[in-house]
């Protein structure tokens, strides 16, 4: 709500009923979003400088994720799931992306089990590990940030991808009247200039560290489009797929060799992609891309 207040509602035949949820911290006022972990009936609460894991069933917090301070609504979470025995909430894997606030960078934040486990139990604090489970206290916290990152979306893998206009770099030891002069001479066209854009992704904070970038249009691509200064609305295509608009055209960016426009929308984590293909993947496809009109 405008005063900070969240709510959870339940569907009881034709009508809605609502019940305010107590949540006992002190910036529970400061919540600026809410994304939803599908189909767990977790939310993820984004604070300036954490996110809170809510159970929507039992209404309450189950951990408090610490983050490097994040621009507000910039949130996106995927997770993989893992084959849990009744009253157990277990993930293989939960990734937080979001943009700090102080330098612009794209932060990638991923919780996986510790070395001897595989599964992180969300359960109370207070409930005790049995066999191959650990806690988010004992979990491994991995790391990754993007300088630049201009608009980008995580996938369900935890890979990201993005577009953005590229960084020009001048030569500091050539004259320095010769750079000013090509600075006014092609500073504006350089600001919209198709050859500017370029498309990125990196692999999951997990994985291996594989980043690529290409440039967004290829040669003699550009006759049919109209020239824009910034992209246009996105949104996420299948499992490994982002449209972003731009200008007259939408890019269709995948990354990785195999995608599947089949599957449920609502049931966006990575288990979803593995339970539709018996395909292999080969070391290093996570982020490989492919941009097309």
């Excluded at 809510?54 to 209404?59: C, I, L, M, P, T």
């Excluded at 408090?64 to 009253?87: D, F, I, N, W």
């Excluded at 426009?261 to 490989?288: C, F, H, I, W």
Aim: proline share 4%.
């Amino acid at each position: 709500s405008k005063q900070g207040h969240i709510y959870i509602g339940n569907r009881q035949e034709s009508s809605w009923t609502t019940q305010r949820l107590d949540l006992k911290f002190p910036d529970a006022g400061a919540i600026s979003q809410i994304v939803p972990l599908s189909p767990l009936g977790v939310f993820a609460l984004a604070a300036s400088d954490c996110v809170y894991l809510v159970d929507a069933e039992v209404r309450e917090v189950l951990r408090t994720l610490l983050t490097e301070r994040m621009v507000s609504k910039s949130l996106q979470c995927t997770y993989s799931g893992h084959a849990s025995k009744p009253g157990m909430l277990g993930l293989a894997s939960l990734t937080l992306c979001y943009v700090k606030s102080e330098t612009g960078d794209c932060v990638l934040q991923a919780f996986v089990p510790a070395d001897d486990c595989s599964v992180i139990d969300l359960r109370s604090p207070d409930s005790k590990m049995n066999g191959d489970e650990c806690s988010f206290e004992s979990a491994k916290e991995v790391k990754k940030r993007v300088k630049n990152p201009g608009t980008w979306h995580l996938l369900s893998d935890g890979s990201v991808v993005g577009i953005r206009r590229a960084i020009q770099t001048y030569n500091k030891t050539g004259n320095m009247n010769s750079t000013l002069r090509r600075r006014r001479a092609t500073g504006q066209s350089n600001q919209y200039s198709f050859a500017n854009w370029e498309v990125w992704a990196t692999s999951p904070c997990d994985k291996p560290d594989l980043e690529e970038c290409r440039p967004l249009f290829e040669l003699g691509d550009e006759s049919s489009h109209l020239v824009v200064s910034d992209l246009g609305p996105k949104v996420s295509v299948g499992l490994r797929s982002v449209a972003f608009t731009f200008g007259n055209v939408i890019k269709l960016v995948t990354a990785g060799a195999v995608e599947h426009y089949d599957v449920d929308p609502e049931n966006n984590s990575y288990d979803a992609l593995m339970n539709t293909s018996s395909r292999r993947r080969k070391p290093g496809q996570a982020a490989r891309i492919r941009a097309s009109s």
